[in-house]
C-alpha cells in the first residue's frame, strides 16, 4: 500500500515526495485556473446567488416551481441572465425573450444540445422522447419523419373534427368530468391518428399510463433534481445505499417507459397484419417502409420512437391549457361574453366552427392567445427543458462557459411587462388593435411557448389548430359559470414537450 510504503521510507524522502506532490497539485490548480481565466477574458459569470465553499449553489437549485425561483433570481439580481453552478454542474437561466433569441435562435448552433442526465436517458431507457435526444443522426431521422407525416395537419384536423361531437355530447350529459372529457378528447385523436386505436377502455389504458410516464419524465429531467444529476459517481452505489433512490425510480420506470413505446405500435402492426388496420402514422410510414425496402428493426424503431413523442408531447401540452381555459372563463365572464358575440354574430347558430373560420373570428384567436400565454404545460413550457452549450459564449458582457445548462424560463417571458403590460391580468384585447384586428406588433405568444432555436416544437401548429377549435365549440355552445376551486400557479400538470 501507498501509505506501507512512505512509511518505510526515511523521514526526509516522505517529505520531498509529499512536498513534490503539493509542488504537482499546485501547478494543476494554477494552470487550470489560467486556463479559466483565459477562457473568461476578464468577463464575468451572469449574477447568481452566492455558494457554499465546495458544494456550490448545490442547495439553491430548485426542484420544484423552479420557473418562480428563477424568475425571483432574475428580479433580486435584476438581470435577464442569472447563474448557479455546484461541482462543475453550470446553469443559466434566460427569463428575456430578447436574451433566448440571441442565445438559443442566433446562436443554435452551439446551444442545441441537450441536458441528458445521468437519470432518465441512461437509466431508464426514454430514449425514444424526441424533445429528450441529442441533436445527431438519429434526431434527424425522427424530425424527418414527423415532418413527413404531420407537417400537412390536414388528417390530424379530420381526426380533431370526428373526436369532437363525442367531447361536445360528453359535456352536455356530465359537464362536472369536463377533465375527463377533455382528456379522453385528446387522447382519442392522438392515438387514434398514431396508431388507429378507437376502442374506449384502450385510450383509457394508454391515458393511465402516459400520465405515469409524463409525470416521471417531467421530474427526472430538471437539471439537479436528482443528487446523481451533481455527483454523478453516486451512479455505482448499490440501490440500498443514501442517496440512491433514483436507482429504484428508474429501474421502476425502465419497463414502463418500454410499454409505454412498444406497447400501441405492437397493437397497430398486428391490427394491419389481421387486415384490420385503419389508416395512421403508423400504418402509413411502415407502408412506406416496406415500399422502400428498408423494413428492420432500425426503420421500426425509428417509427416507434416518432409515435411515442407525439404521444408524449402532444397530449398534455393541451390539456393543460385548456384546463386553464376553463378556469379563466370561469373567473372573466366578459370575455367569455365577447366571445361568444362573436361567435353567434359570425355562426348564426347554424353549425360549430372550424379552423377555416380563424380568420373571421380575430377575438376567439386573441383569446387563445392568451390562454396559451397565461397557462401552459410545465416543466418545460414554464421553464424549458435545458439547452446544453457547447462552446464557451459571451452575451452581455457576460461569461456563459461550454457544458452550462442553458435554461429559458418562458413562464417569467410570458410575463415580460415590455412585451404584455398589466401581465398578471387576462386580457385578450392585448393581441388586437383598436378596431379588433389582430394586433401583428404584439408579440406572439406561440413564439415563446413553443421554444426557440433547433429546438422548437415541430408540432406546434397542431396544438394550436386542436386549442382553437375545441375553445370555439365549447364556447359556441356552452357557457362556463363555474369550476371547482382551482390555483393556476399551483395547480399544474407535468409533461414533455420540445
Not at 429 to 438: A, D, P, V
Request: glycine letters at 6%; proline letters at 6%.
Amino acid at each position: 500500500m501507498l501509505y506501507d510504503a512512505l512509511i518505510s521510507l526515511p523521514l526526509l524522502e516522505t517529505q520531498r515526495l509529499l512536498a513534490l506532490a503539493l509542488v504537482v497539485i499546485s501547478i494543476y490548480v494554477v494552470q487550470r485556473r489560467r486556463q479559466w481565466n483565459l477562457r473568461r477574458g476578464g468577463r464575468p459569470l451572469p449574477p447568481g446567488p452566492k455558494g457554499l465553499p465546495i458544494i456550490g449553489n448545490a442547495l439553491d437549485i430548485p426542484t420544484k416551481f423552479e420557473w418562480e425561483v428563477y424568475d425571483k433570481w432574475a428580479k433580486e439580481y435584476d438581470s435577464e441572465i442569472v447563474h448557479a453552478g455546484a461541482l462543475g454542474f453550470s446553469i443559466a437561466v434566460l427569463s428575456s425573450r430578447k436574451a433566448a433569441i440571441e442565445i438559443l435562435d442566433h446562436k443554435s448552433a452551439v446551444t442545441s444540445a441537450r441536458f441528458v442526465p445521468t437519470h432518465p436517458t441512461q437509466s431508464m431507457g426514454w430514449d425514444f422522447i424526441l424533445p429528450l435526444i441529442q441533436i445527431g443522426d438519429k434526431y434527424r431521422d425522427m424530425r424527418k419523419l414527423f415532418q413527413q407525416h404531420f407537417h400537412d395537419a390536414t388528417r390530424y384536423r379530420v381526426g380533431v373534427k370526428e373526436s369532437l361531437p363525442q367531447m361536445l355530447s360528453s359535456l352536455v350529459d356530465n359537464p362536472e368530468d369536463f377533465r375527463y372529457i377533455n382528456r379522453f378528447f385528446i387522447m382519442s385523436t392522438v392515438y387514434k391518428f398514431t396508431y388507429g386505436v378507437r376502442d374506449k377502455a384502450k385510450v383509457d389504458y394508454y391515458s393511465k399510463m402516459l400520465q405515469d410516464v409524463a409525470e416521471r419524465s417531467a421530474q427526472a429531467v430538471i437539471p439537479g433534481a436528482f443528487l446523481v444529476d451533481i455527483f454523478p459517481f453516486l451512479k455505482y452505489v448499490p440501490e440500498w445505499a443514501p442517496g440512491a433512490g433514483f436507482k429504484r425510480v428508474a429501474r421502476e420506470s425502465f419497463e414502463l417507459g418500454l410499454r409505454f413505446a412498444d406497447e400501441p405500435l405492437n397493437e397497430a402492426l398486428n391490427e394491419m397484419n389481421l387486415g384490420n388496420g385503419e389508416t395512421c402514422f403508423v400504418s402509413t410510414a411502415h407502408s412506406n417502409a416496406e415500399r422502400d425496402g428498408v423494413v428492420d428493426e432500425q426503420s421500426l424503431r425509428l417509427i416507434r420512437d416518432v409515435g411515442a413523442s407525439v404521444t408524449t408531447a402532444g397530449t398534455d401540452t393541451i390539456l393543460s391549457t385548456l384546463d386553464y381555459f376553463y378556469y379563466t372563463m370561469s373567473v372573466h365572464p366578459k370575455v367569455q361574453q365577447l366571445a361568444q358575440k362573436e361567435l353567434d354574430d359570425y355562426l348564426k347558430g347554424d353549425r360549430l366552427p372550424t379552423l377555416d373560420d380563424e380568420p373571421n373570428l380575430p377575438y376567439i384567436t386573441a383569446l387563445v392567445r392568451e390562454v396559451v400565454r397565461g397557462k401552459h404545460i410545465i416543466p418545460f413550457l414554464l421553464a424549458g427543458v435545458a439547452h446544453l452549450s457547447t462552446e464557451d459564449l459571451v452575451y452581455n458582457g457576460y461569461f456563459i462557459p461550454r457544458n452550462t445548462f442553458i435554461i429559458p424560463n418562458q413562464w417569467a417571458m410570458l410575463r415580460d411587462e415590455n412585451d404584455f403590460p398589466q401581465p398578471e391580468m387576462f386580457k385578450p384585447e392585448r393581441h388586437l388593435t383598436s378596431e379588433g384586428k389582430l394586433n401583428s406588433s404584439v408579440v406572439n405568444p406561440e413564439s415563446i411557448a413553443f421554444g426557440f432555436g433547433r429546438r422548437i416544437c415541430p408540432g406546434s401548429h397542431l396544438a394550436m389548430s386542436t386549442l382553437f377549435v375545441a375553445i370555439s365549440s365549447v364556447l359556441t355552445l356552452f357557457t362556463i359559470e363555474k369550476v371547482e376551486e382551482f390555483d393556476p400557479d399551483r395547480q399544474i400538470r407535468l409533461g414533455v414537450s420540445r
